[in-house]
Protein backbone atom coordinates (compact mmCIF):
# COMPACT_ATOMS: atom_id res chain seq x y z
CA UNK A 1 0.00 0.00 0.00
CA UNK A 2 1.16 3.40 -1.19
CA UNK A 3 0.04 6.50 0.62
CA UNK A 4 1.09 10.15 -0.72
CA UNK A 5 0.29 13.11 1.86
CA UNK A 6 0.23 16.67 1.06
CA UNK A 7 1.31 18.78 4.01
CA UNK A 8 0.73 22.70 3.70
CA UNK A 9 -0.46 24.33 7.18
CA UNK A 10 1.95 26.85 8.01
CA UNK A 11 5.85 27.29 6.26
CA UNK A 12 5.91 23.87 4.18
CA UNK A 13 4.36 22.60 1.25
CA UNK A 14 5.77 19.16 2.00
CA UNK A 15 5.01 16.52 -0.11
CA UNK A 16 5.78 12.45 1.10
CA UNK A 17 5.37 9.15 -0.14
CA UNK A 18 5.41 6.05 2.10
CA UNK A 19 4.73 2.61 2.11
CA UNK A 20 3.36 -0.06 4.37
CA UNK A 21 6.28 -2.06 4.82
CA UNK A 22 10.40 -1.28 4.99
CA UNK A 23 11.67 1.03 4.09
CA UNK A 24 8.59 3.43 4.84
CA UNK A 25 9.59 6.07 3.43
CA UNK A 26 9.96 6.59 -0.21
CA UNK A 27 10.08 9.94 -1.13
CA UNK A 28 10.21 13.62 1.27
CA UNK A 29 10.21 16.34 -0.75
CA UNK A 30 9.86 20.51 0.78
CA UNK A 31 9.52 23.80 -0.53
CA UNK A 32 9.52 25.87 2.85
CA UNK A 33 8.44 29.44 2.46
CA UNK A 34 10.93 32.06 4.48
CA UNK A 35 9.28 35.76 5.18
CA UNK A 36 11.66 38.16 4.96
CA UNK A 37 10.71 40.14 7.90
CA UNK A 38 8.53 38.83 11.16
CA UNK A 39 6.44 36.34 11.40
CA UNK A 40 4.19 34.28 8.67
CA UNK A 41 2.63 36.45 6.11
CA UNK A 42 -0.32 33.87 4.74
CA UNK A 43 -1.07 35.65 1.03
CA UNK A 44 2.63 35.28 1.36
CA UNK A 45 3.11 32.03 1.75
CA UNK A 46 -0.30 31.03 -0.57
CA UNK A 47 1.56 32.53 -3.67
CA UNK A 48 4.63 30.62 -2.61
CA UNK A 49 2.60 27.26 -2.23
CA UNK A 50 0.80 27.63 -5.43
CA UNK A 51 4.14 28.33 -7.20
CA UNK A 52 5.67 25.24 -5.76
CA UNK A 53 2.94 22.88 -5.56
CA UNK A 54 2.92 21.25 -8.97
CA UNK A 55 7.30 20.42 -9.09
CA UNK A 56 7.16 19.49 -5.33
CA UNK A 57 4.39 17.07 -6.27
CA UNK A 58 6.05 15.50 -9.55
CA UNK A 59 9.79 15.68 -7.12
CA UNK A 60 8.20 13.60 -4.56
CA UNK A 61 6.94 11.28 -7.06
CA UNK A 62 10.10 10.86 -9.26
CA UNK A 63 11.79 9.98 -5.95
CA UNK A 64 9.56 7.73 -4.99
CA UNK A 65 10.34 6.27 -8.56
CA UNK A 66 6.04 5.77 -8.60
CA UNK A 67 3.46 7.08 -10.98
CA UNK A 68 0.42 8.85 -9.29
CA UNK A 69 -1.75 6.57 -10.92
CA UNK A 70 -0.18 3.80 -8.89
CA UNK A 71 -0.77 5.43 -5.17
CA UNK A 72 -3.57 4.03 -3.53
CA UNK A 73 -4.84 6.85 -1.62
CA UNK A 74 -4.04 10.87 -1.15
CA UNK A 75 -3.81 11.81 2.80
CA UNK A 76 -3.31 15.61 3.12
CA UNK A 77 -3.37 17.72 6.80
CA UNK A 78 -6.97 19.37 7.13
CA UNK A 79 -5.75 21.46 10.37
CA UNK A 80 -4.93 22.90 12.85
CA UNK A 81 -3.03 25.66 11.06
CA UNK A 82 -3.21 28.80 9.20
CA UNK A 83 -6.62 28.07 7.31
CA UNK A 84 -4.81 29.96 3.89
CA UNK A 85 -1.73 27.99 3.67
CA UNK A 86 -4.28 24.61 4.66
CA UNK A 87 -6.85 25.35 1.91
CA UNK A 88 -4.18 25.13 -0.65
CA UNK A 89 -2.98 21.70 0.71
CA UNK A 90 -6.56 20.73 0.53
CA UNK A 91 -7.56 22.20 -2.54
CA UNK A 92 -4.90 20.05 -4.58
CA UNK A 93 -5.26 17.06 -2.56
CA UNK A 94 -9.04 17.38 -3.16
CA UNK A 95 -8.50 17.73 -7.52
CA UNK A 96 -6.09 14.53 -7.40
CA UNK A 97 -8.18 12.56 -5.41
CA UNK A 98 -11.01 13.50 -7.76
CA UNK A 99 -9.24 13.49 -11.65
CA UNK A 100 -7.39 10.11 -10.28
CA UNK A 101 -10.12 8.63 -8.46
CA UNK A 102 -8.21 8.00 -5.21
CA UNK A 103 -9.43 7.89 -1.56
CA UNK A 104 -8.44 11.10 0.29
CA UNK A 105 -7.27 10.77 3.60
CA UNK A 106 -8.12 13.62 6.42
CA UNK A 107 -4.97 13.90 8.16
CA UNK A 108 -4.45 15.81 11.68
CA UNK A 109 -1.19 17.40 11.72
CA UNK A 110 -0.61 17.20 15.57
CA UNK A 111 -1.42 13.65 15.05
CA UNK A 112 1.03 13.35 12.03
CA UNK A 113 3.52 15.07 14.47
CA UNK A 114 3.36 12.45 17.07
CA UNK A 115 3.06 9.26 14.57
CA UNK A 116 5.77 10.07 12.83
CA UNK A 117 7.59 9.84 15.90
CA UNK A 118 6.24 6.66 16.98
CA UNK A 119 7.67 5.05 13.44
CA UNK A 120 11.04 6.61 13.99
CA UNK A 121 11.49 5.03 17.79
CA UNK A 122 9.18 1.82 17.50
CA UNK A 123 7.27 3.11 20.04
CA UNK A 124 3.71 1.83 20.63
CA UNK A 125 2.88 3.66 23.68
CA UNK A 126 4.39 6.80 24.48
CA UNK A 127 3.84 9.90 26.77
CA UNK A 128 4.48 12.49 24.56
CA UNK A 129 6.06 16.14 24.76
CA UNK A 130 4.75 18.07 22.55
CA UNK A 131 7.04 21.14 21.66
CA UNK A 132 6.35 23.12 18.56
CA UNK A 133 6.07 26.78 17.63
CA UNK A 134 2.25 26.88 18.60
CA UNK A 135 1.83 24.01 21.07
CA UNK A 136 2.99 22.73 24.81
CA UNK A 137 1.46 20.34 25.57
CA UNK A 138 1.72 16.34 27.22
CA UNK A 139 -0.30 13.98 25.12
CA UNK A 140 -0.76 10.05 25.49
CA UNK A 141 -3.24 7.86 24.02
CA UNK A 142 -6.25 6.63 26.77
CA UNK A 143 -9.41 4.95 25.47
CA UNK A 144 -8.86 6.01 21.52
CA UNK A 145 -7.96 8.88 21.79
CA UNK A 146 -4.42 11.18 22.43
CA UNK A 147 -6.14 12.74 25.85
CA UNK A 148 -4.29 16.19 27.21
CA UNK A 149 -2.18 15.37 30.89
CA UNK A 150 -0.67 18.77 30.37
CA UNK A 151 -0.32 21.91 28.85
CA UNK A 152 0.41 25.51 28.66
CA UNK A 153 -2.21 28.39 30.25
CA UNK A 154 -1.47 30.94 27.85
CA UNK A 155 1.50 31.10 25.13
CA UNK A 156 3.97 28.00 24.08
CA UNK A 157 7.39 27.86 24.71
CA UNK A 158 8.26 28.51 21.33
CA UNK A 159 6.44 31.35 21.03
CA UNK A 160 7.52 32.38 24.48
CA UNK A 161 11.13 32.11 23.46
CA UNK A 162 10.79 33.57 20.50
CA UNK A 163 9.09 36.95 21.70
CA UNK A 164 11.68 37.07 24.41
CA UNK A 165 14.17 37.15 21.89
CA UNK A 166 12.57 39.45 19.66
CA UNK A 167 12.07 42.16 23.06
CA UNK A 168 15.55 41.84 23.40
CA UNK A 169 16.82 42.54 20.25
CA UNK A 170 18.36 39.08 19.75
CA UNK A 171 16.55 38.05 17.04
CA UNK A 172 15.62 37.12 14.16
CA UNK A 173 16.46 35.24 12.57
CA UNK A 174 15.74 32.88 16.22
CA UNK A 175 18.09 30.28 15.79
CA UNK A 176 21.07 29.78 14.37
CA UNK A 177 23.21 26.85 13.69
CA UNK A 178 20.56 25.02 15.22
CA UNK A 179 20.62 27.01 18.44
CA UNK A 180 17.92 29.41 20.00
CA UNK A 181 19.44 32.84 20.25
CA UNK A 182 18.31 32.43 24.30
CA UNK A 183 19.69 29.48 24.45
CA UNK A 184 23.19 30.69 22.86
CA UNK A 185 23.03 33.98 24.63
CA UNK A 186 22.38 31.86 28.13
CA UNK A 187 25.79 30.55 27.49
CA UNK A 188 27.63 33.34 28.71
CA UNK A 189 25.35 33.38 31.87
CA UNK A 190 26.46 32.70 35.64
CA UNK A 191 23.96 33.98 38.22
CA UNK A 192 20.47 32.77 38.62
CA UNK A 193 18.33 35.79 39.03
CA UNK A 194 14.82 35.86 40.97
CA UNK A 195 11.90 35.26 38.27
CA UNK A 196 8.52 33.39 38.31
CA UNK A 197 8.39 29.47 37.85
CA UNK A 198 5.00 28.88 37.74
CA UNK A 199 3.72 25.06 37.09
CA UNK A 200 0.46 24.65 38.07
CA UNK A 201 -0.66 20.93 38.60
CA UNK A 202 0.25 19.36 35.42
CA UNK A 203 0.06 22.97 33.47
CA UNK A 204 2.70 25.00 32.56
CA UNK A 205 2.85 29.11 32.27
CA UNK A 206 5.03 31.59 30.80
CA UNK A 207 3.28 35.15 30.27
CA UNK A 208 4.59 35.86 33.35
CA UNK A 209 8.07 35.09 32.98
CA UNK A 210 8.00 36.67 30.02
CA UNK A 211 6.33 39.81 31.92
CA UNK A 212 9.03 39.68 34.62
CA UNK A 213 11.70 39.14 31.98
CA UNK A 214 11.10 41.91 30.05
CA UNK A 215 10.46 44.63 33.22
CA UNK A 216 13.70 43.10 34.63
CA UNK A 217 15.76 43.68 31.64
CA UNK A 218 13.99 47.32 31.27
CA UNK A 219 15.73 48.46 34.51
CA UNK A 220 19.07 48.12 32.82
CA UNK A 221 20.55 46.40 35.81
CA UNK A 222 21.03 43.31 34.41
CA UNK A 223 23.40 41.59 32.64
CA UNK A 224 21.44 40.11 29.27
CA UNK A 225 23.49 36.49 29.31
CA UNK A 226 22.34 36.20 32.95
CA UNK A 227 18.95 36.93 32.05
CA UNK A 228 18.90 34.50 29.37
CA UNK A 229 20.14 31.94 31.54
CA UNK A 230 17.85 32.31 34.33
CA UNK A 231 14.93 32.20 31.85
CA UNK A 232 16.31 29.00 29.83
CA UNK A 233 16.64 27.08 33.35
CA UNK A 234 12.95 28.08 34.46
CA UNK A 235 11.75 27.26 31.04
CA UNK A 236 13.36 24.09 30.10
CA UNK A 237 13.00 22.87 33.90
CA UNK A 238 9.03 23.38 34.38
CA UNK A 239 9.20 21.91 30.91
CA UNK A 240 10.73 18.81 32.48
CA UNK A 241 8.49 18.75 35.75
CA UNK A 242 5.08 18.53 33.76
CA UNK A 243 6.51 15.91 31.65
CA UNK A 244 7.67 13.79 34.40
CA UNK A 245 4.18 14.39 35.89
CA UNK A 246 3.09 13.21 32.88
CA UNK A 247 4.58 10.04 33.27
CA UNK A 248 3.78 9.45 37.14
CA UNK A 249 0.45 9.98 36.04
CA UNK A 250 0.05 7.81 33.36
CA UNK A 251 2.84 5.08 34.12
CA UNK A 252 4.09 5.12 30.23
CA UNK A 253 7.58 3.65 30.01
CA UNK A 254 8.14 5.57 26.74
CA UNK A 255 8.07 9.45 25.83
CA UNK A 256 8.20 10.62 22.90
CA UNK A 257 9.27 14.78 22.26
CA UNK A 258 8.38 15.77 18.97
CA UNK A 259 8.09 19.59 17.62
CA UNK A 260 11.09 21.81 16.23
CA UNK A 261 11.52 23.34 20.11
CA UNK A 262 12.93 20.21 21.44
CA UNK A 263 16.21 20.87 18.97
CA UNK A 264 17.67 22.27 22.18
CA UNK A 265 20.46 20.70 23.54
CA UNK A 266 20.05 22.04 27.57
CA UNK A 267 16.60 20.97 26.90
CA UNK A 268 17.35 17.61 25.48
CA UNK A 269 19.68 16.89 28.61
CA UNK A 270 17.51 17.97 30.99
CA UNK A 271 14.76 15.39 30.01
CA UNK A 272 17.42 12.73 29.13
CA UNK A 273 18.71 12.76 32.26
CA UNK A 274 15.01 12.91 33.35
CA UNK A 275 13.76 9.70 31.83
CA UNK A 276 17.27 7.92 33.12
CA UNK A 277 16.07 8.36 36.67
CA UNK A 278 12.64 7.19 35.79
CA UNK A 279 14.11 4.29 33.50
CA UNK A 280 12.19 5.43 30.91
CA UNK A 281 12.38 5.08 26.99
CA UNK A 282 13.01 8.33 25.65
CA UNK A 283 12.96 9.35 21.95
CA UNK A 284 13.45 13.35 20.47
CA UNK A 285 12.26 13.28 16.86
CA UNK A 286 15.37 14.52 14.81
CA UNK A 287 14.92 18.14 13.61
CA UNK A 288 14.47 16.62 9.90
CA UNK A 289 10.97 15.26 11.08
CA UNK A 290 10.37 17.01 14.09
CA UNK A 291 9.84 20.17 11.71
CA UNK A 292 6.54 19.60 9.04
CA UNK A 293 6.86 17.57 6.18
CA UNK A 294 4.78 15.15 4.25
CA UNK A 295 6.21 12.25 4.93
CA UNK A 296 4.10 12.97 8.52
CA UNK A 297 1.09 13.52 6.87
CA UNK A 298 1.62 10.27 4.50
CA UNK A 299 2.46 7.69 7.05
CA UNK A 300 -0.87 8.91 9.12
CA UNK A 301 -2.49 9.12 6.42
CA UNK A 302 -1.68 5.42 5.43
CA UNK A 303 -2.24 4.07 9.23
CA UNK A 304 -5.49 6.12 9.11
CA UNK A 305 -6.54 4.41 5.69
CA UNK A 306 -5.76 0.81 6.73
CA UNK A 307 -8.95 1.20 9.07
CA UNK A 308 -10.57 2.44 6.25
CA UNK A 309 -11.27 5.89 7.27
CA UNK A 310 -11.50 8.90 4.37
CA UNK A 311 -13.33 11.30 3.56
CA UNK A 312 -15.48 12.43 0.55
CA UNK A 313 -13.75 15.07 -1.57
CA UNK A 314 -16.52 17.67 -1.26
CA UNK A 315 -16.93 17.19 2.47
CA UNK A 316 -12.79 17.59 3.21
CA UNK A 317 -12.89 21.31 4.79
CA UNK A 318 -9.86 22.52 6.48
CA UNK A 319 -10.08 22.82 10.13
CA UNK A 320 -8.13 25.61 11.82
CA UNK A 321 -8.48 24.68 15.32
CA UNK A 322 -8.67 20.79 15.29
CA UNK A 323 -7.00 19.70 18.12
CA UNK A 324 -5.30 16.66 18.74
CA UNK A 325 -7.55 14.98 21.24
CA UNK A 326 -10.62 15.34 18.90
CA UNK A 327 -8.97 12.55 16.50
CA UNK A 328 -10.58 8.95 17.20
CA UNK A 329 -7.10 6.94 16.64
CA UNK A 330 -8.38 3.29 15.70
CA UNK A 331 -5.28 2.16 14.38
CA UNK A 332 -3.52 2.16 17.66
CA UNK A 333 -6.01 0.37 20.21
FE1 LIG B 1 3.91 21.28 12.93
Known amino acids: ?59 ALDEAGIAIDKVDA ?6 PGLGPCLRVGATIARALATYYGKPLIPVNHAVAHVEIGKLIFRFKDPLVVYLSGGNTLITSLSEGRYRIFGETLDISLGNFLDTLAREL ?31 KGQDVSFSGLLTAALKLYKTG ?95 AYVKQRWKIDQVDILWAT
Open 74 to 79: IAVTLG
Open 221 to 315: KVNLPDLCYSVREIAYSAIVEISERGLAHTGKKEMLVVGGVASSPVLRSKLEAMASVRNVNLGIVPPKYAVDNGVMIAWTGLLMFKHNISVRPEE
Open 169 to 199: RLAPPYVVSGLHQIDRCAQEGRNFLDLPYVV
Open 1 to 59: MIVLGIESSAHTFGVGVVKDEEPYILADVRSVYTPKSGGIHPKEAVSYFIEKAPDTIVK
